[in-house]
Antibody
Framework: EVQLLESGGGLVQPGGSLRLSCAAS????????MSWVRQAPGKGLEWVSG????????YYAGSVKGRFTISRDNSKNTLYLQMNSLRADDTAVYYC????????????WGQGTLVTVSS | DIQMTQSPSTLSASVGDRVTITCRAS??????LAWYQQKPGKAPKLLIY???SLESGVPSRFSGSGSGTEFTLTISSLQPDDFATYYC???????????FGQGTKVEIK
């Protein structure tokens, strides 16, 4: 059974940093691209960042480019999102999501972790 | 950037109704479009991929169509479990813009 378990969310002050983790199990993690998607309270889904299966390629939404860094450790079956220079509008539930084969749509999602940026 | 636009934003319907949601891309994405269903407090669930392919386990009352820039999600006979928010997503390419549409909330009439 595919499982994605996010952790690392919490309350952080504006300008601060946070690192999210997503522990994957139930599939060959190293064979699939992965992404982070967020959802601000009461708002829609926003794709944040994606990474290819071998970590050779990373992609970012314009709203986080230069502030967030996606990475993965295939030996630990774990996806990361390093978030720096956090702003109030980064407040959201952050989901990790597994791409279907060939960097297709997201066929599995974690339960999400809440990041709140506030003083 | 590829922009995704859904309509309507909200839809009121009754059990048994046929429901159609539209998604438009700002440029051609061929058939690289997915539809998701999300219920409050839950992660999204993949319903349709490649514009018209039904994800395993999804009821056959859901169907998708379209190509290029215009796509539709149809629920042939709305069931109580279908009241939720639906999102389209293009996966033709990663884009600095949002790859998701803004969502369509299907409410009970």
């Amino acid at each position: 059974e595919v499982q994605l378990l996010e952790s690392g969310g919490g309350l952080v002050q504006p300008g601060g940093s946070l690192r999210l983790s997503c522990a994957a199990s139930g599939f060959t993690f190293s064979s699939y691209a992965m992404s982070w998607v967020r959802q601000a309270p009461g708002k829609g889904l926003e794709w944040v960042s994606g990474i290819s299966d071998g970590s050779g390629s990373t992609y970012y939404a314009g709203s986080v480019k230069g502030r967030f860094t996606i990475s993965r450790d295939n030996s630990k079956n774990t996806l990361y999102l390093q978030m720096n220079s956090l702003r109030a509008d980064d407040t959201a539930v952050y989901y990790c999501a597994k791409d279907s084969p060939g960097m297709g749509p997201f066929d599995y999602w974690g339960q999400g972790t809440l990041v709140t940026v506030s003083s | 950037d590829i922009q995704m636009t859904q309509s309507p934003s909200t839809l009121s319907a009754s059990v048994g109704d046929r429901v159609t949601i539209t998604c438009r891309a700002s440029q051609s994405i061929s058939g690289w479009l997915a539809w998701y269903q999300q219920k409050p407090g839950k992660a999204p669930k993949l319903l349709i991929y490649k514009a018209s392919s039904l994800e395993s386990g999804v009821p056959s009352r859901f169907s998708g169509s379209g190509s290029g820039t215009e796509f539709t999600l149809t629920i042939s006979s709305l069931q109580p479990d279908d009241f939720a928010t639906y999102y389209c997503q293009q996966y033709n390419s990663y884009s600095p813009g949002n790859t998701f549409g803004q969502g369509t909330k299907v409410e009970i009439k």
